[in-house]
């Protein structure tokens, strides 16, 4: 286990929120409340939300993405409201749970042991704002964690780990060589074998491990290039609202209180942007542009819900409603 006092001065301590200790039984609970009960074979799971949940500020984000959730259900569900997007209790429950679970591969592999956990968990932690196409995790290390003892230990710990997925970064010569954003990029996957790990439902599972579909990554391939999702599982389907919803919500939520905050319209006005410029959706899909029109007509669900039930407002807004 990674021992952050003893590795690191106490002015170079890892950059990690402040501890919680929410306990397992406190994740299993929360993921009953939202329809699915685990057993005991599924311990890894909730163990691994509650290290999530100490070193980092991801259950934070994913509750608010929770939040939106429920006021975009609650604006669908209004009988005024003209939508072709209205949900079904099972979509709506969907919807949530994989909301809750898209993050967990931040905590590693399925293989990854306490020690893996704690180094990959502590790397996910950072928040502070950098270009992760340019910088490598070889000095994405050396940044933030400037202490040699804790250079060397990380590194240790990483190369093995990192190098049975090592077809995941082939292109990059030695794993410390591989950009920050390939990096991060590598947790969907490991997302999907986790939670498959955890007997977590597979429609649920490929919906979580779908969320940054639009940045091309496709994780066990369960995204096919004529936009159905699990072509290799019994539940194939179209992509629908259901993983529309956990994108829209998990950039949102970002782009509105992660790194620089943005007001509403700028994260809406971003996301219409993203959506009608990405190369998945008017490339990938060129046969299915049915596809960039559902993820419109999803984003003005977003857009009006949110405005309408007073959805969280970021600091620099308040500041400049008062001015």
């Not at 990854?112 to 000095?139: H, M, Q, S």
């Not at 990096?183 to 939670?195: E, P, R, S």
């Not at 790194?259 to 971003?270: G, N, Q």
Request: some cysteine; hydrophobic content about 35%; charged content about 30%.
């Amino acid at each position: 286990m990674l021992d952050y006092d003893s590795l690191t001065p106490p002015s170079e301590k890892m950059s990690v929120p402040e501890t919680k200790k929410r306990s397992p039984d406190f994740f299993k609970k929360i993921l009953e409340n939202h329809g699915l009960t685990l057993g005991p074979e599924s311990q890894d799971l909730l163990d691994r939300m509650a290290l999530l949940d100490e070193r980092t500020g991801t259950f934070e984000d994913e509750t608010r993405a929770n939040e939106y959730a429920d006021q975009i259900f609650a604006y669908l569900g209004d009988s005024h409201t003209i939508s072709e997007n209205r949900l079904s209790p099972e979509k709506k429950q969907h919807i949530q749970l994989a909301t809750l679970l898209t993050d967990i591969g931040k905590t590693g592999p399925h293989t990854a042991n306490p020690a893996e956990r704690e180094v990959i968990t502590a790397l996910f932690a950072i928040t502070e704002d950098v270009n992760v196409g340019v910088i490598t995790l070889g000095e994405y290390i050396e940044r933030f964690f400037p202490n040699e003892k804790t250079q060397a230990y990380m590194q240790k710990v990483l190369e093995p780990l990192l190098e049975k997925d090592r077809n995941l970064w082939e292109k990059f010569p030695h794993f410390s060589q591989m950009t920050m954003r390939a990096f991060f990029n590598l947790h969907a996957g490991w997302t999907y074998n986790i939670l498959r790990e955890n007997q977590v439902p597979i429609d649920v599972t490929m919906t979580a491990a779908n969320h940054h579909m639009l940045e091309g990554v496709n994780p066990n391939n369960i995204l096919d290039h004529e936009g159905s999702i699990g072509p290799e599982t019994s539940i194939s389907r179209p992509v629908d609202q259901r993983e529309i919803f956990v994108i829209l919500l998990d950039k949102y939520d970002a782009r509105r209180n992660r790194a620089v905050k943005r007001s509403h319209e700028e994260a809406i006005d971003w996301l219409e942007m993203i959506i009608k410029n990405n190369a998945i959706l008017t490339e990938t899909f060129k046969d299915r542009p049915e596809i960039k029109e559902l993820f419109l007509s999803c984003l003005r669900d977003l857009e009006h819900a949110l405005v309408s039930t007073k959805a969280i407002i970021s600091p620099e807004d308040q500041q400049q409603k008062a001015a």
